[in-house]
């Protein structure tokens, strides 16, 4: 029975090693949530493709959307944490807080939902990524599994899915688009944009072009 025991601890404790050793030299062959949206609308709209081939300007509306400090921290923004915990005090809407390397964590090796259990794993799975891999790596692998749509996952599927273009073809204003729809892409649609999306579109237009990129 200790025998048996010893062995899933050693099962439990590998698949996450070697899991984060592939996503250091390649993008995840099928992610819990893809599976998750697999089985639930019977569609998977996806396309990996290097981070050379997604074009400045959706890295740049991107990384100005959801995580401005990106190049700065270690993978965790106490000044975001902060700032999002004052703003959803006053009640007038709700933040989130998470980094792009948080965001990767999750989308990558956990599923969706809130629970301590996952918020820890992701914080694990955050602080491991951050040493493992680099800044790049991270930001290729958000990119191309994040949620863009109702099946649709990745930059690329969202480029065609919005604009039947590729990626690196994007202007700034239609990668502007895509990103301001990132914290909920199955409610917001870029076609059909709210008087609050125009708002956050017109920042990230401003904005984006203060982002510098790592080579």
């Not at 048996?4 to 030299?25: C, T």
């Not at 697999?38 to 081939?53: A, C, T, W």
């Not at 955050?126 to 996952?153: A, C, D, H, P």
């Amino acid at each position: 029975m200790w025998k048996l025991f010893k062995k899933i601890i050693y099962i439990l404790l590998l698949v996450p090693i070697l899991s984060i050793v592939w996503g250091r030299f390649f993008n995840p062959i099928m992610t819990i949530i893809q599976a998750e949206n697999y089985f639930k609308y019977y569609k998977l709209d996806r396309k990996y493709i290097p981070i050379n081939q997604m074009g400045d300007n959706i890295l740049k509306a991107v990384i100005t959307a959801e995580d401005q400090n990106y190049y700065k921290h270690s993978g965790f923004d106490f000044q975001a944490i902060e700032r999002t915990v004052k703003h959803n005090q006053k009640g007038k809407s709700i933040q989130g807080g998470s980094t792009i390397s948080q965001q990767t964590a999750k989308n990558i090796f956990l599923w969706n939902g809130r629970s301590w259990i996952r918020k820890g794993l992701e914080a694990i799975f955050t602080f491991t990524i951050e040493k493992v891999w680099n800044k790049n790596i991270i930001l290729e692998r958000y990119l191309n599994s994040i949620e863009m749509g109702q099946g649709v996952f990745g930059i690329e599927a969202a480029a065609h899915y919005y604009y039947n273009k590729d990626a690196k073809d994007l202007t700034k204003s239609e990668a502007a688009w895509i990103a301001t729809i990132l914290p909920n892409p199955k409610k917001y649609d870029p076609k059909h944009p709210t008087p609050f999306l125009i708002k956050k579109h017109n920042r990230i237009l401003r904005q984006m072009n203060a982002i510098t990129l790592q080579p």
